[in-house]
């Protein structure tokens, strides 16, 4: 059974940075796609980034050149490093897995069945 467990959240002011890490216990392929979506208090659950099987890599436009995706298949943990971070980035972040092989990265929740608890991430202006 998969499991991911999203840790490195916390307080920051804006401008200031973070990394997130999900680690994966049980078998994601190597392969796979992972995410990291966000929820904000009275928001819907938004993609942020993708990475899939060869390292591509999709982000959205809100976070694009600010937060980078990255995954190491040998500690089987994906990370989200963010930067310059700002008061609306305030959000509860969740990691997220979509089994099988996935050479494409795919932004749809859907998509994606194995989910973490989240993490708070707090950006003080």
């Known amino acids: 059974q998969v499991q991911l467990v999203e840790s490195g959240g916390g307080s920051v002011q804006a401008g200031g940075s973070l990394r997130l890490s999900c680690s994966a216990s049980?078998?994601?392929?190597?392969?796979?796609?992972m995410a990291w979506f966000r929820q904000a208090p009275g928001k819907e659950r938004e993609p942020l980034t993708a990475?899939?099987?060869?390292?591509?890599?999709w982000y959205a436009d809100s976070v694009k050149g600010r937060f980078t995706i990255s995954k190491d298949n040998s500690r089987n943990t994906l990370y989200l490093e963010m930067n310059n971070l700002r008061s609306e980035d305030t959000a509860l972040y969740y990691c997220?897995?979509?089994?099988?092989?996935?050479?494409?990265?795919?932004?749809?929740?859907?998509?994606?069945?194995?989910w973490g608890q989240g993490t708070q991430v707090t950006v003080s202006s």
């Open positions: 049980g078998y994601i392929s190597e392969y796979a796609c």
């Open positions: 990475i899939a099987a060869e390292g591509q890599t």
């Open positions: 997220a897995a979509k089994p099988g092989i996935c050479w494409i990265p795919s932004l749809v929740e859907s998509d994606y069945s194995h």
